[in-house]
């Protein structure tokens, strides 16, 4: 294995933090070592520092785009946390429903990872709105800066193993079997979210219009206290007012530094 010196890693980190906010401790470098090796060793590179070279030059994005989807985790499931899934169901839609205009919700997942959120968000939803649901826009935006995970994401397949958390009649009514093995959501849930691929560490959030609801739950755990509290100021200013953020609840946000009203553990409001 090709190792890594201080200085490398020191350069290798502090551009990743720079670019995408996420910030690797010392600890972390065997894992960037091992998780990054196979890349090196593709690419014939004898050094971290050639590979530095490398991402840090190439115009096409593959270089900086592959080393995104190495260093990240991306673990997540169906129903983790639920009872941000719950509060969701049973506050904020039935406040939202008699105050948003034009029946026009929107909805943002940022970091989606592979899809389990913003599809379980898309499944509440249209339970909860039922026949009245053709009346709505409420697709769901889900983003995140791993192309690997975007790609499952959109596919919309799932082992059972990976379906086995959520509620037997959402598995009978949103998904039909692939094989003996996996089941694939159907179209009515699929196309009701619109992927993207969004790096939260962008100065400006392209958006034109407030969003309703923001959920973005175990990113900013890679995020120093700077970073995170930039990002959740950003949210603010991108969610309407009476709109909702939903954080991990391993993360958390001083209330003496934000402008959101503290609702319930990892659970915010514009007000």
């Given amino acids: 294995m090709i190792p890594i010196t201080e200085k490398e890693f020191k350069q290798l980190t502090e551009y990743i933090y720079a670019n995408y906010g996420i910030w690797l401790k010392k600890e972390k470098q065997s894992l960037v ?24 030059t190439d115009q096409s994005g593959h270089a900086v785009t592959t080393l995104i989807n190495k260093i990240t985790t991306n673990h997540t499931f169906f129903m983790r946390e639920v009872q941000h899934f719950y509060y969701f169901r049973d506050k904020v839609l039935p406040s939202l ?5 034009d029946k026009d919700l929107r909805i943002w997942s940022a970091g989606c990872s592979s899809g ?25 935006l889900a983003t ?31 998904f039909k079997k692939q094989d003996g093995e996996k089941a694939v959501l159907k179209d009515t849930i699929r196309n009701e979210v619109i992927y993207r691929r969004f790096n939260l560490m962008d100065a400006v959030f392209p958006f034109k ?5 923001i959920f973005c739950r175990n990113v900013m755990i890679y995020f120093d206290h700077k970073t995170k509290m930039e990002l959740v ?25 934000t402008r959101f009203k503290y609702i319930m553990p990892a659970v915010y409001r514009k007000v």
């Fill in 33 to 56: 070592t091992a998780r990054l090796y196979n890349v090196l060793a593709q690419k014939n590179f004898k050094s971290f520092s050639q590979y530095y070279e490398y991402i840090t």
């Fill in 97 to 101: 429903v008699s105050t948003v205009r």
């Fill in 116 to 140: 389990e959120e913003p599809y379980t968000l898309a499944m509440i939803i249209d339970e909860f709105f039922g026949k009245e649901k053709k009346f709505w826009d409420a697709k769901i």
């Fill in 144 to 174: 995140d800066i791993s192309n690997k995970v975007l790609d499952r994401a959109k596919c919309g397949i799932y082992s059972n193993e990976e379906l086995a958390s959520l509620p037997s009649s959402w598995r009978n009514t949103y």
């Fill in 209 to 213: 219009k407030k969003f309703h609801v």
């Fill in 233 to 257: 100021n950003k949210f603010y200013d991108k969610i309407e007012f009476g709109g909702y953020l939903f954080i991990g609840h391993a993360e958390s946000i001083h209330r003496a530094e």
